[in-house]
C-alpha cells in the first residue's frame, strides 16, 4: 500500500450517544428505533464511559423477564418472532463476492446452506476478518467461504425455544444471530435485535414499570476496546479479528471523536484488496469484407 489508511480517514464523527443516567427502556428504544447495535454512553463533557450494545441490552432485558414471577408458563417462543426469510450463500461463493453480498444487504452475517438447505456454518463480518488480515498482513489470495465459514453448533436453536433461551446464549457467546434448525434443515434465524424486540414486546405486555427502574449505568461495558484516530487499517482490522467487538469507539485524550465498525472497515478494505480483474487489450477493427489487408497505419 502506497498510502496507510489510518481510522481518522474512515471514521464516523456523528453519532448516538447516551448518558450513564438514562434509564433501560430509553436504551431499549434507541437501539430498536436508531437501527443500531450499540452506542458510546459518555457523561455531560463528552467523555467516554463505556458502551451499551445489544448485548448489554439483553443482559438487562433478561434480567426484567426473569424477575416476574411464573414468567416460564408465557414466554413467546423462538417460532413466533423468527425470520423465516434469510438471506444465505452457497459454501462455493468467493469470499470476496459475500463480503460484498454483506454489505449490499446491510447484513452482518448469513448462513451457509447446501442445495437441500441444510445448514452448514456462518460466514459473517467476523469471519470476513480472517480474510481481510490474511490480504493485509500476509498477502493470501481469497478463497471460497467453505475456508472461512464459523462450524461452531452451539449457537444453533430449536425452534421450540423461548425468547429467554435465546436471550442466554447470545449472553455467553460474541455471536448476533443464532440459526433455527429443523434437524440439518434452515427453518429460519432469530438476531439480538429480534430478542430484544420481543423481549420488550413480552415485558409491556406484563403491564410492569421494571424497564424504568433500571439506568443505563448498571449495563455499559466500561471494558470495550477502543483506538485512537491514528490506529491503521491493519491494527483495527486485527482488533476486530481477536475481540467480539462490532465497533470501535475512537478517542483522543479520554473524549470520543468517533467510531468505526466492521462494516465500515470491510468496505474501505474489501475495495482496496479485491482482486482487479484484467483489463480486455483493446483490438483494432479491422473490416475485412472492405479490404484484404491492413491498412498501413495499422500495421
Excluded at 418472532?81 to 447484513?107: C, G, Q, S, Y
Excluded at 443464532?178 to 434465524?189: F, I, K, S
Excluded at 474501505?268 to 475485412?288: H, T
Aim: charge should be neutral; include cysteine; glycine fraction near 6%.
Amino acid at each position: 500500500m502506497s498510502q496507510v489508511i489510518t481510522a481518522k480517514d474512515f471514521m464516523r464523527r456523528e453519532l448516538t450517544t447516551l448518558g450513564p443516567d438514562n434509564g433501560l427502556s430509553q436504551g431499549v428504544a434507541k437501539l430498536l428505533d436508531n437501527r443500531i447495535t450499540g452506542a458510546p454512553v459518555v457523561d455531560a463533557s463528552g467523555r467516554f464511559l463505556g458502551v451499551f450494545a445489544e448485548k448489554s441490552c439483553i443482559q438487562g432485558l433478561a434480567e426484567v423477564i426473569e424477575s416476574f414471577p411464573d414468567h416460564a408458563q408465557s414466554l413467546t417462543s423462538v417460532a413466533e418472532f423468527m425470520n423465516r426469510k434469510v438471506h444465505t450463500l452457497a459454501p462455493d461463493t468467493d469470499v470476496f463476492e459475500a463480503i460484498d453480498e454483506l454489505l449490499a444487504k446491510r447484513i452482518s452475517g448469513a448462513p451457509v446452506v447446501d442445495e437441500n438447505q441444510n445448514y452448514l456454518g456462518i460466514f459473517s463480518e467476523k469471519t470476513a476478518m480472517q480474510v481481510i488480515v490474511g490480504a493485509l498482513f500476509e498477502h493470501l489470495p481469497g478463497s471460497t467461504i467453505r475456508r472461512y465459514m464459523n462450524l461452531d453448533r452451539n449457537r444453533l436453536l430449536d425452534p421450540r425455544a423461548t425468547i429467554l433461551d435465546a436471550a442466554q446464549v447470545f449472553i455467553k457467546t460474541p455471536y448476533r444471530r443464532l440459526p433455527v434448525l429443523e434437524g440439518e434443515r434452515l427453518l429460519g434465524q432469530v438476531s439480538r435485535r429480534d430478542v430484544i424486540a420481543a423481549a420488550q414486546q413480552w415485558i409491556v405486555a406484563q403491564r410492569k414499570t421494571s424497564l424504568e427502574q433500571r439506568c443505563i449505568g448498571d449495563y455499559v461495558d466500561r471494558h470495550a476496546l477502543t483506538k485512537t484516530p491514528s490506529s491503521d487499517l491493519l491494527e483495527i482490522a486485527e482488533a476486530f479479528l481477536n475481540s467480539p467487538y462490532r465497533r470501535l469507539p475512537i478517542l483522543e485524550n479520554g473524549r470520543l471523536v468517533g467510531q468505526v465498525s466492521r462494516r465500515d472497515l470491510l468496505e474501505v478494505a474489501a475495495k482496496m484488496l479485491r482482486p482487479q480483474q484484467p483489463k480486455e487489450q483493446v483490438k483494432p477493427l479491422y473490416l475485412s469484407a472492405v479490404n484484404e489487408s491492413l491498412p498501413p497505419s495499422l500495421e
